[in-house]
């Protein structure tokens, strides 16, 4: 017997439905939960510590210009400011 969620989704037929992710036999499960539990802390520490090194950096760490949020607020505040002035200058005129 395999594990399987299913999702009606709104937007479909009612006749369809989605399936999100793969399904796995219970074995599988039941062996992957062994095989970790079992494992002595340092060994998965190390097992961990191997893999967060083929990680990449987060994408919005490569943009060094980007604004602060300090700064993106303050712009914001700065732009509002301007269409509230631009909107009742043409209203008003």
Known sequence: MYYVSICPKLNLLA??????????????V??????????????????????????????????????SRAEAVENYQQRKQKELLLNLIIHFT
Do not use: H, W
């Open 15 to 28: 006749s369809k439905q989605c399936l999100f992710g793969p399904s796995f036999p219970p074995e599988y």
């Open 30 to 67: 039941d062996a992957v939960g062994e095989l970790v539990f079992s494992m002595p802390q340092a060994e998965r520490t190390a097992i961990l510590s191997k893999y967060k090194t083929k990680i990449r950096a987060p994408l919005n760490l490569q943009f060094t210009e980007r604004q």
